[in-house]
């Protein structure tokens, strides 16, 4: 039945590695030689910035302007993985830009100050691959997760040593994933691009890739996540790139571009959230970045301009949906959407959780909870959103095959068109968002979320989101009855869309709704510290201690039309 296909059987996990000599893993080769890609990815990154910048004057303004940005990113608060010699080096940039204009040096002396920063983007943005620690990550992962999940139940930490649940009890692997094995089998290269909501969407993909038989997969992480020393020791020895989202000049993100396009143009398996960041609504991404996603189309290209009339490596999207009943980091989250939104009408208030504390007790926190998490693949498409058929080859609309390369001609011939790669990243961004919402999987705590808060949404049409953030705490609450009731009704149209193939659901929602009520009541309050919704005592009644965590859970669901049926 559409919607509820079966997963992948627990105990087949792991899945037999695709490729089964390490020689052959593409992410292997590229840390072998690691100078030489290096050097390849600032070539190509000068080149483009050359092209764009021709003359002397144009490139001084450029090495001024990022430098610019650079001084102002050096009056902040510097993170502990900051180069300690970042002041230095920049004012090395600035003296050099005074001595070459005060000269007016040639333009072989101005490309040269380029190159240098060029080097030293490139020596932070490069990760590298360390084959001893990855096959100690995925040992010993899934064994601490496992002993994690068996103190769960009531946070009885004397059981941890039993064996009486698995990662794959909670972490649920869903889709087709014999297509992607094949893919990677036939030599395809694959780009997953998952959704994102949580500070473990990295691990929790990379754990997924690994047990679904994938050699290992490039990815970029966020620098301020190399601070955590056990965190960053994995992450330097298992394909992360860093990524420094401070940065915003043009000659940072040029070398961070041409670092993935020249990883991927090599046939090196990739990883990136095309959100960008997690989600601070806790809604699935309806807008994407569209800097990665263009390195996708850019690396396509170049393969078919390199091989004109032979074989080329074709590169394949592949979407991921995570679904989380809770998200540990939702109160932050969730107010730094607000004060983005609201400004001056949302009134910041102090959240002591807001500050996550140590990856260690992060993830022991959010392992001993007790919840599923659901991974879904999705069907792998081509770098212009086309669907694939079991071959690898492209369809059109109509499903008849359609060759790659016809997209990149003009009168029959391959050429460079930025402007037309350009529109085709912003065709592949939309088949990713619906590619987002047509694989995601509801959950019981996102329906009851979506029920209450639509229910005093209407109880309240006269107010403004804001104020209904506000009530007090004696007018937030629910008679059982008739959130039972508009669950009933949400849930009904949940299983019409699955039925449709619109959308996925977790078994628990074939439960009466009572037991899908009390299910997503209690994940929505797992180790929040206020409530988004609890269950009173005395009066039977629904209450919440925090209408904005139930407003993150609420817009799991929100842009899906469901808003007309509570």
Known sequence: MAGTEPQVAARRFPLEQVLRNLKDWPLYRLSKDRERFLHQVMEEAQRELLSEHRSSSALQALLANSLYHEKIRLTRKPWSVDPPDEKKFWAFVASELTRLEQENAPQADWIALLHKILERYGREIQGNFHNPTYQFARQFLPIAFNRLLNASGNRNFSRVFGNRLGIHDRVHLDGDVERLRKIVRDGGTVVM????????????????IDAIGLPPFLYGAGLNLFSARILAFFMNRLGAYKVDRRKKNRIYLQALKAYSTTALEEGCHSLFFPGG?????????????????STVVEAQRRQLLRNPQGPFQKIYIAPVVISYNFVLEAPALIKDHLQEIGRERFFVEQDRYSSSGRIARFILRFFTAGSDIRIRFGDPMDILGNPVDAAGNSLDPSGKPVPLAAYFQHNGVLREDFQRDFEYTKILADKVVHAFHRYNTVMASHVVAFA??????????????????????????????????????????????????????????????????????????????????????????????????????????DGFGFEHHV
């Open 277 to 293: 960041t997690r989600s601070r609504s806790g809604a699935v991404e309806k807008q994407l970045k569209l800097g990665l996603l």
């Open 193 to 208: 691009v998952p959704t994102h909501f949580s500070n473990l969407d990295s691990i929790l993909v990379g754990y997924a």
């Open 452 to 557: 209450a808060f639509r229910l005093m949404l209407k109880r309240h049409a006269d107010l403004d989101l804001y104020q209904v953030l506000r009530l007090p705490e004696e007018d937030r609450w629910w008679d059982w009855a008739a959130l039972a009731e508009a669950v009933t009704r949400l849930v009904q149209e949940v299983k019409a869309r699955c039925d449709q193939g619109e959308l996925y659901r977790e078994p628990v929602l074939d439960q009466p709704t009572d037991a899908i009520l009390k299910h997503g009541i209690r994940n929505l309050g797992i180790y929040h510290d206020k409530r988004a919704l609890k269950i009173e005592k005395r009066s039977g009644k629904v209450a919440s201690d925090d209408l904005r965590l139930l407003l993150f859970y609420h817009n799991r669901m």
